[in-house]
């Protein structure tokens, strides 16, 4: 999925589902913060976002990434390393999380870590994390020049699903491609069916406050409008949309603004800033530590279940 999910939609089931403006910002930041957190960012500390995708020399950083941030493997009896939707693995993680407290910023950016992987089994089902056979794309529909421009002497190596480019990851698609999606794939479905099992996650940790854990028929029916109305290439447009109707109440939040008195926030004042998370010591101290913790989680568990691809040691030195 793209910064408008692991953003703006995330932002949203969190106002929904308790948080307050603050916190609800917290968790998105950290959800999308998975994706721009590069090599260069990390500082030496881990890194799980996109930029060394390009750096295929690598393979086991690569792996480091891909796998446990990406696309977590759903350890299917014919390829474990392939990506299930709201796998059984997918599941644990998230009922694994440690409590989450509103006070805890660790705890807070680990939910929101997790919820950008759990995320991604959606959109990125079907397709694994390592250099794979498995990822081989053959006839995609709509072809892939005619939307992306993409010339025909591009040849993309057979990691996650970069040989269908970005059409997983876009919530207004309908696309096939063979063999892993013969009969066409709705992104808006896919993704209403994430968003219906992540606000039933999040409902259970408000649970005093929320006695409704599913999304109501009008929710459903503003996040369909915004996946399929917002068609866009561009990743930032899509997203300032989102914010645009988060701050304008478009999803109707039943205490907006919800301005949060000890800092300010509240949902008119919302938008994505990496430096929120990088431009604060403690913060992003706290952000690598609940970053290893997840790597670690996946690591461990892919081990207790024979996958043992995910090998180097802890790159921070804190207790995590």
């Known amino acids: 999925m793209d910064k408008d999910f692991h953003f703006g939609t995330i932002y949203v089931l969190s106002r929904w589902s308790g948080f307050s403006s603050y916190n609800s910002l917290v968790i998105a930041s950290a959800s999308q913060f998975v994706d721009d957190n590069t090599d260069m960012v990390s500082m030496g500390r881990r890194a799980s976002g996109h930029e060394l995708l390009e ?9 480091n990434i891909w796998i446990p941030f990406h696309f977590l493997p759903g350890l299917d009896t014919t390829n474990p390393l392939i990506c299930k939707k709201n796998s059984d693995l997918a599941q644990k993680m998230m009922n694994d999380l440690p409590e989450v407290k509103v006070n805890d910023s660790v705890s807070i950016f680990r939910l929101g870590i997790a919820l950008h992987v759990y995320a991604d089994t959606w959109a990125h089902q079907e397709f694994s994390g390592n250099l794979s056979p498995c ?17 025909d002497n591009v040849n993309p190596i057979p990691v996650g699903h970069m040989e269908a480019y970005h059409y997983p990851d876009r919530p207004y698609l309908n696309w096939e491609c063979t063999p892993q999606f013969p ?13 219906r099992k992540i606000y039933n996650f999040l409902t259970k ?12 028929s009008e929710q459903e029916n503003i996040l369909l409008e915004t996946f399929q109305s917002i068609k866009d290439e561009n990743i930032e447009y899509r997203t300032s949309e ?11 939040f039943v205490d907006f603004p919800g301005k949060d008195d000890t800092t300010g926030i509240d949902d008119t004042k919302i938008k994505y800033d990496m430096g929120f998370i990088t431009d604060d010591d403690e913060f992003s101290l706290q952000f690598y530590l609940a970053l290893e913790a997840h790597y670690n989680w996946v690591k461990e568990n892919l081990k207790l279940n024979h996958v043992d691809i995910l090998t180097d040691t802890n790159i921070l030195d804190e207790p995590v």
């Open 242 to 252: 989102w914010v645009n109707y988060v701050n304008n109440n478009k999803f109707e």
């Open 205 to 216: 940790i408000h649970s005093e406050t929320n006695s409704i854990s599913e999304l109501t």
């Open 135 to 151: 990822n081989n794309v053959s006839n995609i529909f709509p072809p892939l020049k005619q939307i992306e421009g993409v010339g």
């Open 55 to 63: 750096n295929m020399i690598n393979v086991k950083e690569n792996n």
């Open 183 to 195: 009969d066409g794939r709705n992104n808006w479905e896919e993704f209403i069916d994430a968003s």
